[in-house]
């Protein structure tokens, strides 16, 4: 009997430390501090909690955690009063974190977040956004051609079939080198046929692309300028690069903030939300920079065809909900619609299509003549064509979108706020996020001319 009792007793003893063994190893321990973005220095009372899970902890004088939490865990979520709510996803392999909060009394600013480069969050309605130029200075464009070169991101150039390194930069100014803005430029070869059309911006600065399509390599050109019913030419303009100071003379500068605004973007189920905000974002930052009789605003999304039938009911919902309209188009034919059709006036100082985009088809399956023809003909009319990525893109997709961004003269804009685990960063240099509405204001009253006249 008593060694009955004994084995069982060590049968019982055996399959606990199993037990306990196994429980040990469906979890794994995490350290980590966490710092405030303003002083960089450890926030203490900090709440951590994994999510899906009734496990926390909270963070001590120094800021710093120790936490065991499951293997499936997931994202770990930090809060606390005054600050934006930061969520950090875990890997299989990760052990030790490192978080930065950001105040909610100011802008939010990219996340010091070490797991997957992630970006502060917020919990709040607001959008975060980060702004890229690649031709805002001489070493963000060597940058971008050494991508092209170097890192054999080329190959999106010849899947789109857009050329970007025959850049030549012309900057209109007046006699009292007083930057001349939406002053028609066109760049001539020598018989005077027309290679590229623009309009100057805010800086008199005018982005021509002569052989953007591969077209035939010309050494030298001439450039045409109108302004004010009155037309210059210059000769000497030569390939390869390079900047032009083209003095328009005997002509002042006109001065007022008037543009033509419009949003576009591919409505579905998935994209709603984020189209939904940032209409009502765009909105807001118009009424507040200027009069509506200053700025025209137009909000039109496309649909794609659905061989299964679109949703009707969806679509009047959201049109209804946000004052917008809607086209039954894809991607190609919503731009060259919008782009040719919509009444743009060249009598206002700027030219803005917003283009929201969380995903775009390969060039394999696009209309590429089509696209082609609907970039050259934006820049043409002055129209400025800038993307606000809500997802994430491929490389392929970022890259075709810079390109578009180069050959309109406008910039690239990336939501900064989605938890997603597949988000690839873009291949820019650093960036600090603010609130999409802070940006777009900031980006507005830029090309508006309205710092300069304040």
Excluded at 229 to 254: C, M, R, T, W
Excluded at 325 to 330: P, R
Excluded at 331 to 358: G, H
Excluded at 393 to 402: M, W
Aim: with cysteine.
């Amino acid at each position: 009997m008593k060694n009955l009792i004994v084995t069982i007793c060590i049968f019982s003893l055996t399959i606990f430390n199993i037990s306990a063994h196994n429980a040990a190893s469906d979890k794994r321990l995490i350290t980590g501090q966490v710092f405030s973005e303003d002083s960089e220095i450890g926030i203490p009372g900090v709440s951590i909690k994994v999510e899906g899970f009734q496990l926390g902890s909270i963070t001590n004088a120094e800021g710093k955690f120790t936490l065991m939490i499951p293997k499936k865990a997931e994202k770990l979520v930090f809060t606390l009063n005054g600050f934006y709510d930061e969520y950090v996803l875990v890997k299989d392999n990760t052990n030790e974190i490192e978080v930065v909060m950001s105040t909610a009394e100011k802008e939010n600013a990219i996340s010091r977040n070490r797991i997957r480069n992630k970006y502060s969050g917020t919990d709040s309605n607001k959008l975060y956004a980060s702004l890229w130029d690649d031709m805002e200075n001489d070493d963000d464009w060597d940058t971008f051609m050494w991508l092209l070169i170097d890192d054999g991101y080329d190959k999106f150039e010849k899947q789109w079939g857009i050329y970007v390194e025959n850049r030549i930069t012309l900057y209109v100014e007046n006699a009292d080198k007083q930057p001349l803005s939406n002053a028609e430029v066109s760049l001539l070869n020598r018989k005077g046929e027309q290679l590229w059309k623009t309009y100057t911006d805010f800086e008199g600065k005018a982005e021509m692309w002569p052989d953007i399509y591969d077209s035939e390599f010309i050494d030298k050109y001439k450039a045409s300028v109108k302004y004010n019913g009155k037309e210059q030419n210059f000769k000497s303009i030569k390939a390869g690069g390079g900047v032009y100071h083209l003095i328009f003379k005997d002509n002042p500068v006109e001065k007022k903030v008037s543009a033509d605004i419009v949003l576009t973007g591919d409505l579905n189920v998935k994209s709603a939300q984020d189209l939904s905000k940032i209409n009502l974002t765009l909105k807001e930052v118009c009424a507040n920079i200027a009069s509506t009789d200053e700025i025209s605003l137009s909000s039109v999304c496309y649909q794609k065809p659905d061989p299964n039938g679109v949703d009707q009911d969806f679509i009047k919902n959201f049109e209804y909900q946000n004052n917008v309209s809607t086209i039954d188009a894809g991607f190609e034919y919503a731009l060259a619609r919008l782009v040719e059709m919509y009444d743009w006036s060249t009598d206002k100082n700027a030219r803005v299509l917003f283009w929201a985009v969380d995903e775009l088809p390969s060039a394999k399956y696009a209309n590429k003549n089509l696209v082609r023809e609907s970039i050259k003909q934006a820049a043409a009319k002055g129209i400025q064509i800038v993307p606000v990525v809500t997802t994430s893109i491929d490389k392929e997709t970022e890259f075709f979108l810079r390109f578009v961004v180069n050959a309109t003269n406008g910039e690239y804009i990336f939501l900064t706020d989605k938890n997603n685990s597949n988000y690839i960063k873009p291949s820019i240099g650093d960036t600090k996020s603010k609130s999409l509405s802070l940006l777009l204001e900031n980006y507005l009253k830029e090309e508006l001319g309205i710092n300069q006249l304040q």
